[in-house]
């Protein structure tokens, strides 16, 4: 069973391009969280989705960024025209159904994707 | 109010040392607590989780009080190795359902 994956591990983009970043839930797991983290700071929370649907985006910037979870495949996270604010690792954490019943398990991350803004 | 906050620290200690960290959250109906442990440019891990009547593990002991509504970490004899951010976890539930809300964090640093 493998972990929550997340790709690219690190990516580097020009002022103005697109960012794409891809999370890959663990087996089973429903629910994505997408985290920020600059430098020497904690995390900060960006978006929550289940499948098919974003159930919070508070800390979502309300310009350039978007998610989504489709039915079939990852969740991404997209950032548009990026600039050298944006570098920062991106966190996904992924936690699913605690035994069939209406709880959620423990949330559990991929590795991060660096995005450096050049 | 944030919905689960902790004291960022840091927290500078010596080796041997005892240190504890508190975690409070603002919603009763919160579910499931844990601690996580996030070492530098690495993603955050589950530590352990916690429960009311207490979790030890080796030299790291949880506790949850919902009366009052925060969770604790105490890490005895500590080691250069504790070095790191702890984060505070709690799953709570509200009108979308069941979610999953971390701390900030507090950091840690262990000194020869």
């Known amino acids: 069973n493998a972990g929550v994956m997340q790709n690219p591990r690190h990516l580097v983009r020009r002022r103005g391009q697109e960012a794409r970043l891809r999370c890959s839930p663990m087996?089973?797991?429903?629910?994505v969280y997408w985290y920020r983290q600059l430098p020497e700071e904690g995390l900060k929370f960006m978006v929550y989705?289940?499948?098919?649907?974003?159930?919070?985006e508070s800390g979502m910037p309300k310009e350039r960024f978007s998610a989504e979870f489709p039915k079939e495949g990852p969740s991404i996270l997209r950032i548009q025209q990026v600039v050298r604010g944006d570098s920062a690792a991106y966190f996904c954490?992924?936690?699913?159904?605690?035994?069939?019943?209406?709880?959620?398990?423990?949330?559990?991350f991929g590795q991060g994707t660096r995005l450096t803004v050049v | 109010r944030k919905e689960v906050e902790q004291d960022p620290g840091p927290f500078n200690v010596p080796e041997g040392a005892t240190v504890a960290f508190n975690c409070t959250y603002s919603?009763?109906?919160?579910?499931?607590f844990f601690w996580y442990r996030q070492d530098c440019r690495k993603e955050p891990k589950l530590l352990m989780s916690?429960?009311?009547s207490g979790n030890e593990d080796g030299r790291f002991t949880a506790q949850l009080n919902r009366a009052s509504q925060y969770i604790s970490l105490l890490i005895r004899d500590s080691k250069l190795s504790d070095s790191a951010t702890y984060l505070c976890?709690?799953?709570?539930?509200?009108?979308?359902?069941?979610?999953?809300?971390f701390g900030a964090g507090t950091r840690l640093f262990v000194k020869a």
């Open positions: 989705l289940q499948k098919e649907n974003i159930i919070d």
């Open positions: 976890v709690v799953i709570t539930f509200n009108t979308g359902g069941f979610k999953t809300i």
């Open positions: 919603n009763s109906a919160s579910q499931s």
């Open positions: 954490a992924s936690s699913g159904a605690y035994r069939g019943r209406p709880f959620q398990t423990e949330a559990f």
């Open positions: 087996k089973g797991h429903s629910h």
């Open positions: 916690v429960y009311s």
